[in-house]
T-cell receptor, first 111, second 114 residues
């Protein structure tokens, strides 16, 4: 299983941008970079994904390094509702699209 | 309409009992999964079915048996429950043929074995 490395925890102030880093130095050419988050007492929720180019959606932006060995999830304006565990995952279709979750980053948002 | 629904939400049972958790998805996806989240909060995949066929079977005790009567349902049956089976079990679904293949998760079933 392809491995990712994330900081254990991060803290942000409300209404400020948050940059959540992820290292994935063993990424292969066909791996997609997926981000999920898990709010307290809920199931994981898809946030965003990308392959090579930066991506934006209504929830967040994903910045992917040119060599694809790292990526950064960007929440443009953190709210209290964004407090969650954020998981960076490499997805391989040949493995049945199984998601291999690491420990993730606990994001705390201060008001 | 809930996309992926699990029942029950909470399940408390005694050691040695047999129990089932049901999962249904109304997204038309062809692949469903069971994940287990233990007390340390690590999420691990257990099984996956694609079009009713088992495609992922991680190292899980034989006491756990998934059953997929159709593409929209994946149930988890657990025999002879043990204390260590206490965890939150999440069902998920995705479309294997899609390139992005985002997964949708249910709200989880908290199983407590006493």
């Amino acid at each position: 299983d392809a491995k990712t490395t994330q900081p254990n925890s991060m803290e942000s102030n409300e209404e400020e941008p948050v940059h959540l880093p992820c290292n994935h130095s063993t990424i292969s050419g066909t791996d997609y970079i997926h981000w999920y988050r898990q709010l307290p007492s809920q199931g994981p929720e898809y946030v965003i994904h990308g392959l090579t180019s930066n991506v934006n959606n209504r929830m967040a932006s994903l910045a992917i390094a040119e060599d694809r060995k790292s990526s950064t999830l960007i929440l443009h304006r953190a709210t209290l509702r964004d407090a969650a565990v954020y998981y960076c995952i490499l997805l391989r279709r040949e493995y049945g699209n199984k998601l291999v979750f690491g420990a993730g980053t606990i994001l705390r948002v201060k008001s | 309409d809930t996309a992926v629904s699990q029942t029950p939400k909470y399940l408390v049972t005694q050691m040695g009992n047999d129990k089932s958790i049901k999962c249904e998805q109304n997204l038309g996806h062809d692949t469903m999964y069971w994940y287990k989240q233990d007390s340390k909060k690590f999420l691990k995949i257990m099984f996956s079915y694609n079009n009713k066929e088992l495609i992922i079977n991680e190292t899980v005790p034989n006491r756990f048996s998934p059953k997929s009567p159709d593409k929209a349902h994946l149930n988890l049956h657990i025999n002879s429950l043990e204390l260590g089976d206490s965890a939150v079990y999440f069902c998920a679904s995705s479309q294997l043929t899609k390139r992005n293949a985002e997964a949708f998760f249910g709200q989880g079933t908290r199983l407590t074995v006493v």
